[in-house]
T-cell receptor, first 116, second 123 residues
Framework: AQKITQTQPGMFVQEKEAVTLDCTYD???????LFWYKQPSSGEMIFLIY??????QNATEGRYSLNFQKARKSANLVISASQLGDSAMYFC?????????????FGSGTRLLVRP | GAVVSQHPSRVICKSGTSVKIECRSL??????MFWYRQFPKKSLMLMAT?????????EQGVEKDKFLINHASLTLSTLTVTSAHPEDSSFYIC???????????????????FGPGTRLTVL
């Protein structure tokens, strides 16, 4: 079974509107971390936001927020007030803390295109 | 903070030559670094985990003799693609793990920060 699932290969959003990128995960580890990264066409992976499994509140970083629903095992990224520069690939990733390698498991990504 | 550099950003080489890619954490110490490979329009594929002062741990299917990894210091890991062939052409990207201490806002996070990547083309 896929550990990280991103069901939206591509998304469109109008500039200045909000958009939600979906991510569901599968783990039996009670302690884990969830991450979102942005990859523009230049290729660099930009860290956006982190949510720990024990965090009581949903993570927020500027225009990015993470809608963490633990029971549903979902960690959707919400981008508010979309900008043209938000057009990029977005990857959801998970780190399982019982795995002492600290490696990240990535989803297949969602390509977001912001329309002017 | 949390800046990772990678050099070179782009390299073109002839088949049979070896190519070394450097990954540096510029403003933090990284006991663990990771090497990924990414094919066009695909997700990142973890190749190996590089631990400072010890041997790298390779993922299944990755040839350790072909992709040599050295993590000689807390800020530098290198990936050497030996006897490169056209099928090794790809985008290689490294990351460095930063472990933050607890702050007043939240528990310490354990985050991987990525380098800008190296595009390797083997002719």
């Amino acid at each position: 079974a896929q550990k990280i699932t991103q069901t939206q290969p591509g998304m469109f959003v109008q500039e200045k509107e909000a958009v939600t990128l979906d991510c569901t995960y599968d783990t039996s580890d009670p302690s884990y971390g969830l991450f979102w990264y942005k990859q523009p066409s230049s290729g660099e992976m930009i860290f956006l936001i982190y949510q720990g499994s024990y965090d009581q509140q949903n993570a927020t970083e500027g225009r990015y927020s993470l809608n963490f629903q633990k029971a549903r095992k979902s960690a959707n990224l919400v981008i508010s007030a979309s900008q043209l520069g938000d057009s990029a690939m977005y990857f959801c990733a998970m780190r399982e803390d019982q795995d002492s390698s600290y490696k990240l498991i990535f989803g297949s990504g969602t390509r977001l295109l912001v329309r002017p | 903070g949390a800046v990772v550099s990678q050099h070179p950003s782009r390299v073109i080489c002839k088949s049979g030559t070896s190519v070394k890619i450097e990954c540096r954490s510029l403003d933090f110490q990284a006991t663990t670094m990771f090497w990924y490979r990414q094919f066009p329009k695909k997700s990142l594929m973890l190749m190996a985990t590089s631990n400072e002062g010890s041997k790298a741990t390779y993922e299944q299917g990755v040839e350790k003799d072909k992709f040599l990894i050295n993590h000689a210091s807390l800020t530098l890991s290198t990936l050497t693609v030996t006897s490169a062939h056209p099928e090794d052409s790809s985008f290689y990207i490294c990351s460095a793990r930063e472990v933050e201490r607890y702050t007043s806002k939240r528990w310490g996070t354990d985050t991987q920060y990525f380098g800008p990547g190296t595009r390797l083309t083997v002719l």
